[in-house]
Nanobody
């Protein structure tokens, strides 16, 4: 059973940077597609960034050019580097893992495992 634990959330000001990390246990990151989603109050959980088991990162239009997703094979983690943060980035951020080598990492339905989430708050 894969377990995912997010960390790195917090309160920052607009324009600041923040790095989220997701520790993966029960499996190695090279065998899974990994993604980040977020959910703001009163809104649906939405795709932020994803990286398939053997491919490049894919990003939501709203974060493209500001966020970078990457796998750290040595630490067995997936990170989300967030730059130029905006108040509309405020949400709970969730890490997710897909064990079926799906090619479309933007879909919530392809992910089998989810973390508990970490809060990111961006003040204006």
């Amino acid at each position: 059973q894969v377990q995912l634990v997010e960390s790195g959330g917090g309160l920052v000001q607009a324009g600041d940077s923040l790095t989220l990390s997701c520790a993966v246990s029960g499996g190695t990151v090279n065998r899974y597609g990994l993604g980040w989603f977020r959910q703001a109050p009163g809104k649906e959980r939405e795709f932020v960034a994803g990286i398939p088991s053997g491919g490049l990162g894919t990003y939501a239009e709203s974060v493209k050019g500001r966020f970078v997703i990457s796998k750290d094979y040595a630490k067995n983690t997936v990170t989300l580097q967030m730059n130029g943060l905006k108040p509309e980035d405020t949400a709970v951020y969730y890490c997710a893992a897909d064990r079926h080598y799906s090619t479309d990492v933007t879909l919530r339905s392809v992910y089998d495992f989810w973390g508990q989430g970490t809060q990111v708050t961006v003040s204006s």
